[in-house]
């Protein structure tokens, strides 16, 4: 009973850890999609118009991607939060003149949100045992069941082959044995007696 309470709590922090891992690379992959792609934008619009104004932009950009990216992949609150602090800082800077960080800073704040709570879950995961190996024990454990199962089946086999040795001239078994023994889950076939 104990074991099969092992193997749920296993299985549900697997799926857990999946879950956080494939949170994470979504965040991540957005802040680097946003961030580049408005930092390569902000860089050609500088060098076409000799605007050294977009200068701050890209110091925004590049400090806005690295708290977001690192509040992410380094599981910081304090990085995370940081994010939205550097978009509403483009605000105050530019006025309101500059439409990017208006965009910028409802997605930095959800993005915000939302590596909140993957760090909260990955914290979760943290404390629990295994941690962070839970694919390999799942796995483990399978392979435990599967090999318990070939073995119970193998007894089976060999006990059927024993009674059959024994048999009459008839080439019935001995004692009637016809079909599979009931084996309980924790003993074997001497426990079931």
């Known amino acids: 009973m104990e074991n099969n ?27 680097l999609i946003v961030c580049g792609s408005l930092l390569f934008i902000t860089f050609g619009c500088m060098l076409i118009t000799a605007n050294l104004e977009a200068m701050l932009d ?7 991607f690295v708290f977001g990216y690192g509040g992410v992949y380094r599981r910081s609150s304090c990085f995370a939060a940081a994010a939205p602090v550097t978009a509403l800082f483009g605000i105050v800077i530019a006025g309101s003149l500059d439409f990017l960080y208006f965009l910028l800073l409802p ?12 760090n909260k879950l990955y914290e979760y995961l943290s404390n629990q045992p295994g941690f962070p190996q839970f694919d390999e ?15 119970k089946e193998e007894y089976f086999e060999r006990f059927k082959a024993m009674a059959l040795s024994d048999s009459n001239d008839f080439g019935e078994p001995a004692a009637g044995i016809t079909e599979k023994p009931s084996m309980p889950e924790n003993g074997g076939y001497m426990d079931s007696i």
Do not use: P, Q
């Open 137 to 151: 024990l799942f796995e483990e454990s399978k392979i435990r069941s599967e090999k318990a199962a070939r073995e």
């Open 58 to 64: 890209i110091v925004l950009l590049v400090a806005m």
């Open 107 to 118: 997605l930095s704040l959800l993005l915000m949100i939302l590596t909140f709570r993957a």
């Open 5 to 31: 309470t092992g193997l749920k709590e296993m299985v549900y922090n697997r799926s857990k850890m999946t879950k956080y891992k494939a949170s994470s690379d979504r965040i991540g992959k957005t802040y």
